[in-house]
């Protein structure tokens, strides 16, 4: 499965929530969105997932244009951080409630969820409520539901952010273990940058609508094209030093050294 986003600009009156992002989500990799709050992450998923409708531009699976197609026919997966789970249901009915609508068969149902529940260490849970679950265990049932659909892509949006820091490091263990199995791509958005950069096969970096590089953890901190990125990713961050910009022919000053800082 490869899913791809050609051109897609997106405003919200005035706002410019995305600016032409173009990008290529593969088979078997988490590529995560990065930046700062308002910078159009959630606008991009939700535009892959047909819940709104780019201004211009095209979202592409496995080379068939999906625009205008509804959310329901799309096949993806969407995990939020309000996990959305049913309270009125078993965790074993919200994880089979998708199948049971498509009318898959009891037997198969039943499989699909012991398995899951087991690769999510959730199978003592299966018949308790929404409601008697910890964060770290809700969250696991919404991984689980995401996981039984066999979707094109999931696209998970802060999944792990309602949880404490311990539960998140074990939370980031089991979205790369679930990567593992699931080999369609994994779309996930943080602002997060250690999330990012523990959890991203690639890291796409955001601000104001415009993806600014994409690269894997390591080519952004040792490469990062621009200052926003040096100084968004990596912790601690990177110190910025300004620099006195010279030409490079005949020695004479291009910028009085007092005067510009040689960086955007
Ligand atoms: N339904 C909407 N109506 C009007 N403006 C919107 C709407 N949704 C998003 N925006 C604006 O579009 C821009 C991008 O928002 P988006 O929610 O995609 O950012 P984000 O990076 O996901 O932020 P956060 O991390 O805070 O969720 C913001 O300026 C936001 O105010």
Request: hydrophobic letters at 40%; a positive charge.
């Amino acid at each position: 499965m490869v899913v791809e986003v050609k051109g897609i600009t997106k405003y919200f009156g005035e706002t410019k929530a995305l600016d032409d992002v173009n990008l290529r989500f593969e088979d078997g990799e988490i590529f995560v969105l990065l930046g700062p709050s308002g910078c159009g992450k959630t606008t991009l998923l939700r535009v892959i997932a047909g819940l709104l409708e780019p201004d211009r531009g095209e979202v592409v699976v496995n080379g068939k244009v999906v625009n205008g197609v509804p959310p329901a026919d799309r096949n993806v997966a969407m995990v939020f951080q309000n996990y959305a789970l049913y309270p009125h249901m078993t965790v074993y009915e919200n994880i089979a409630l998708n199948m049971k609508v498509r009318g898959v068969r009891r037997e198969v149902i039943d499989e699909k969820v012991r398995r899951v529940a087991k690769v999510l260490k959730i199978e003592q849970l299966l018949f308790k409520r929404p409601g008697q679950l910890s964060g770290g265990q809700a969250q696991r049932v919404a991984l689980a539901r995401a996981m039984v659909r066999d979707p094109s892509v999931y696209l998970m949006d802060e999944p792990l952010s309602n949880l404490d820091a311990k539960l998140r490091v074990e939370a980031r263990a089991e979205i790369k273990r679930m990567k593992e199995m699931v080999n369609v791509p994994i779309v996930y958005v943080t602002h997060d940058q250690v999330e990012a950069m523990s959890l991203g096969d690639k890291v796409a970096v955001m601000n104001e609508g415009r993806v600014l590089q994409v690269g894997t953890p390591l080519e952004l901190y040792d490469r990062p094209r621009n200052v926003f990125v040096a100084t968004f990713v990596g912790n601690p961050p990177m110190n910025v030093i300004p620099q006195i910009a010279f030409s490079s022919s005949g020695g004479s000053r291009s910028h009085p050294p007092w005067g510009n800082t040689g960086w955007e």
